[in-house]
């Protein structure tokens, strides 16, 4: 079955620090994966495709098909980065398989 | 352009009343899905329109419904609720359904079932 397992609920790493937020999937086919955020009050909103391969405030994710794995990163975190964020595995016509979220605070 | 926006934001009902939930999609997009999210988890699909027409459903009972009309906008209905779909309900619009750029999501309707 398709799954994506987000391991840590919470991350709290200080300001200036690398930051990295793992995703492991399990897809038998060719996967498509996508990092949503959400910040404090409000909607979930894409923050990167892997298809794309770009750089949104300054996190990128590499696509790992050897380990399975997703993992969010930036090297050097600031506090507006403190927030929920999703790993999601596209199965199907637009299905997101979401994982349940990791919880990130940026510490001054 | 305007985002996707919900009604209403919050309700409470009562285990086996029925409730409406409605969802207007982003300007131009013709794809809506509907997911749950229940407290501490990601977000879980319910199902997709596409046209008017239902394309694709997750693993929910078919007292779980949906509409959507000629102009995009959506429906999820559920009949007969129990205390287990308190949730946040959130209603997704992509552009089409042949382009997946990523979706864009509603801020959703809080429910609790008392």
């Known amino acids: 079955a398709q799954r994506v397992t987000q391991p840590e609920k919470l991350l709290s790493v200080f300001k200036g620090a690398p930051v990295e937020l793992k995703c492991n999937y399990s897809?038998?086919?060719?996967?498509?994966l996508f990092w949503y955020v959400q910040y404090s009050r409000q909607r979930l909103q894409l923050l990167l495709r892997?298809?794309s391969r770009e750089s949104i405030k300054g996190f990128t994710a590499d696509l790992n098909k050897g380990e399975t794995s997703f993992h969010l990163k930036k090297p050097f975190a600031q506090e507006e980065d403190s927030a929920m964020y999703y790993c999601?595995?596209?199965?199907?016509?637009?299905?997101?398989?979401f994982g349940q979220g990791t919880r990130l605070t940026i510490n001054p | 352009e305007t985002g996707v926006t919900q009604s209403p934001t919050h309700l409470i009902k009562t285990r086996g009343q029925q409730v409406t939930l409605r969802c207007s999609s982003q300007?131009?997009?013709?794809?809506v899905s509907w997911y749950q999210q229940a407290l501490g988890q990601g977000p879980q699909f319910i199902f997709q329109?596409?046209?008017?027409?239902?394309?694709g459903r997750g693993n929910f009972p078919p007292r779980f419904s949906g509409l959507q009309f000629p102009n995009y906008s959506s429906e999820l209905n559920v009949n007969a609720l129990e205390l287990d779909d308190s949730a946040l309900y959130l209603c997704?619009?992509?552009?089409?359904?042949?382009?997946?750029?990523?979706?864009?999501f509603g801020s959703g309707t809080r429910l609790t079932v008392v």
């Open positions: 997704a619009s992509s552009l089409d359904l042949t382009v997946f750029y990523g979706y864009t």
């Open positions: 897809y038998s086919g060719s996967p498509e």
């Open positions: 892997h298809i």
């Open positions: 999601a595995l596209k199965r199907g016509a637009q299905k997101l398989v």
């Open positions: 300007s131009g997009h013709n794809t």
């Open positions: 329109y596409y046209r008017e027409e239902e394309n």
